[in-house]
């Protein structure tokens, strides 16, 4: 173990110890930094050999067994995976990183309102939102998606459709009287 790695925030599990006030995390920590063992450090402080530093670099320092167990299963500083992408963050950062950073959180489409993966926002609205702008093909007109087959099928005036005097011809709407 390397005492003197820093986290993301430039800090150090020294700079931890300290700030929870975990005095033999850090008496610990400066024997560490000064002998480069951390046997050595647990004895030059006169610890008990039973007491371990949080493996998560929090600084909290335990007794070996139930007491360290129940720590880590608690520690802020453990690896939680985002139940939504699966990228690792420690646990006191998940719910910023729910709310922020995770590519797969639900997101509100602003213009059907449906709920969807911020990384479908894009093909979303691309391609499935029913309140995408699309073109007729047969008139060019630009309407949403969600009328576009109503639109093609009633109110088209370049749709095809069969002849009324039934001879067999498909004719556009718009030119039925001309036929």
Known sequence: ADASVKDREDKTARDYALENNHVDAVAILEAFSRRGFVGLARSAYGTSH?????QFGCGVMEDMGDKLDEHHRRCPMRPCRCPLCGVLVEARE???????DCSERPVTCNLCHD???RSFVDDHRAKECCKREVECLQCSSRLKADILHKHQSFICQRRLVPCPLECGSEIEFCDLKRH
């Open 94 to 100: 998940l719910s910023s990183h729910d709310e922020n």
């Open 50 to 54: 039973n007491r371990v530093l949080c």
């Open 115 to 117: 709920r969807i993966p």
